[in-house]
């Protein structure tokens, strides 16, 4: 009886607020958010760095026991009390909404990543060009010392190996990369004038965005049939023509040679978390907002595994795609594969476009490549922006839930976002998208939030209740696992990870020849530090506006809060009856 009541209440509550049409809207559009860049140009490069195949072990044991896990718990908190990333912690443990503060910092910070959607489809423009203007040195661009490439697929043609190994020289792709595409400056100081093409990108990328999300998950849903199939069709003809290239086959055994010697680097086992995490997408709070829009019998916990699987299964075929196609690179200028193996904007604009240009059809290849990218970054773009505008609709929701102020807010964020990322577009704007992108989400950032989250449901709200809704929710019980991981495995490893961070921390340097001036190092420290010291300051606010002596006011912080009905179906589960006070947290 309990259980068909509360069906009943989840489903009034989510006609006023919205939900998903189908089941697979929501895999689709989750699937799209956590298969992103990093399953394409961070994973295939750390997995032949540290180890090959050996870095395979701490990869899929963290995948275990932290990956998984923290998936679980954030979809589950999403789906149980349909809120978005702040006013969730209301109903679960009011003196957590730090966390959601938090995150919406970092969610603020993570918007810089539209830049790499806008190179994207700047790339994807000209690729459309009769010769691909990144290969050859034949342009007002290019310098007298640029290096061109020779296209064909014979294995008799290759890059002048002996040219490339010259002193003072660079490639036509890095040339196009920095002169034409970037214009770049001398440094952070030397912002310069905006790229008006890229400008035109960025506009256009924004106004993609606005009618993906106008509607909410209504329109979202409906978009991600599209962006979060289509890349898996670039991805499979890409693997298909990196697998018959001459050379490939090399390329592939640096990916996946184990070394395992390796695996007594703690950098390894660092590396192979902080992948996790950020491949996941984990302590972010965008999953909690998407799985918000569930029905409350939604299979969650099965959920989990299937998309966890789809992530790495993704970024495990993403490493054959890349390095069968830099091991033929490598082939063609006659050098080793580590010599052109490159992480993120350096593989994705410079190592792969001047790989495809030296096969035969390359506007082909590099249209399926760019498409490809171009699709991965608007996906988590959207999802990104649109867990946003629910977070603040949730705060607000007399204010923004109408569906004409619904859209006229969304509008506002998609305009005011496109006019402060115009800074990205500048001729310095990369060294500032580079300190944001090291400062403003940091692995520390990401390890702290897990950590919380942990300690906010494993032992304030407790394991034992939080199992028992997912339970009531699914019908299935999490296994004991998940209450160890929630409660002890994934803290004590954030912590390791967090400290260490601190430990090693090294100011971020461009190329091993840039260093940022002193305000610009502050900068990025306040950015991580104002995501950080949220929780404890919104913990801090919220004992002293409620009322009651020190261990009343902690009492009632830890206890669900939110709206009655919430704290009084969670003590039944108990068999416990609690006064409802919590005046100092209440909901619209």
């Excluded at 209301?90 to 957590?96: D, N, S």
């Excluded at 290019?142 to 190994?165: E, H, M, R």
């Excluded at 640096?254 to 390894?268: G, S």
């Amino acid at each position: 009886m309990n259980r068909q009541r509360r069906k009943v209440e989840k489903q009034k509550a989510a006609e006023d607020r919205g939900q998903w049409a189908s089941k697979t809207e929501y895999v689709l559009v989750v699937a799209g958010y956590v298969v992103g860049l990093g399953n394409v140009w961070r994973f295939p490069y750390l997995c032949y760095k540290n180890g090959g195949g050996a870095f395979l072990v701490p990869y899929g044991l963290l995948a275990v026991f932290c990956g998984i896990p923290l998936f679980l718990l954030e979809t589950s908190v999403g789906q149980c009390t349909q809120e978005g990333f702040i006013t969730c912690w209301r109903k679960l443990c009011p003196l957590a909404q730090g966390i959601g503060c938090a995150y919406l910092m970092t969610k603020l910070y993570d918007f810089t990543y539209i830049i790499v959607e806008v190179w994207a489809l700047f790339y994807l423009v000209f690729s459309f060009s009769a010769q691909l203007p990144w290969a050859t040195c034949e342009n007002t661009w290019n310098t007298a010392n640029c290096v061109g490439l020779q296209i064909s697929d014979s294995p008799s043609a290759n890059l002048t190996g002996n040219q490339t190994k010259l002193q003072n020289t660079t490639s036509a792709a890095t040339e196009f990369w920095e002169r034409r595409v970037l214009g770049v400056s001398g440094g952070i100081e030397e912002l310069g004038s905006v790229r008006w093409e890229l400008a035109l990108c960025l506009l256009a990328c924004w106004v993609f965005c606005y009618f993906s999300i106008w509607k909410g998950v209504r329109s979202s849903g409906k978009v991600a049939y599209f962006t979060a199939t289509f890349p898996y069709v670039m991805l499979l003809i890409l693997l298909i023509r990196g697998l018959t290239l001459p050379g490939a086959w090399e390329g592939i055994y640096y990916y996946l040679y184990p070394d395992l010697n390796r695996l007594a680097n703690h950098q390894v086992w660092i590396e192979a978390g902080a992948q996790i995490l950020f491949s996941y997408s984990l302590a972010a709070g965008t999953l909690i907002v998407m799985s918000s829009y569930n029905d409350y019998s939604n299979n969650c916990y099965k959920d989990c595994f299937w998309l966890c699987l789809l992530n790495s299964g993704t970024s495990f075929v993403a490493g054959f795609v890349v390095f069968s196609v830099l091991g033929f690179m490598a082939q063609k200028q006659g050098v080793a594969v580590d010599t052109v193996a490159e992480s993120g904007p350096g593989l994705a604009f410079i190592a792969y476009p001047q790989a495809t240009a030296l096969m035969l059809l390359p506007q082909f290849w590099t249209v399926c490549f760019f498409l490809m990218l171009l699709l991965l970054a608007a996906d988590t773009h959207f999802v990104m922006v649109e867990s946003l505008i629910t977070t603040v609709s949730d705060l607000f929701p007399k204010l923004f839930r109408a569906p004409v102020r619904h859209e006229i807010f969304v509008l506002i964020i998609c305009i005011s976002n496109f006019l402060v990322h115009l800074i990205l577009v500048t001729e310095g704007g990369i060294y500032l998208f580079q300190l944001v992108d090291f400062y403003g989400s940091t692995r520390a950032c990401q390890n702290f939030m897990a950590i919380c989250e942990c300690l906010a449901v494993g032992w304030i709200f407790g394991a034992d209740r939080f199992c028992n809704i997912i339970e009531d929710m699914t019908g299935q019980r999490p296994s004991v696992l998940f209450k160890v991981c929630w409660k002890y495995t994934v803290p004590l490893l954030s912590l390791i990870s967090f400290i260490l961070y601190l430990v090693d921390y090294k100011h971020l340097r461009i190329n091993d020849w840039y260093v940022y001036p002193d305000w610009a190092y502050a900068l990025g420290w306040t950015m991580t530090l104002s995501s950080v010291l949220l929780v404890p300051l919104c913990a801090a606010v919220q004992m002293i506006l409620t009322a009651g002596t020190f261990r009343q006011r902690l009492s009632v912080l830890c206890r669900p809060g939110g709206d009655p009905a919430w704290q009084r179906r969670t003590m039944e589960e108990e068999g416990t009856t609690v006064e409802l006070v919590n005046p100092a947290v209440t909901t619209e």
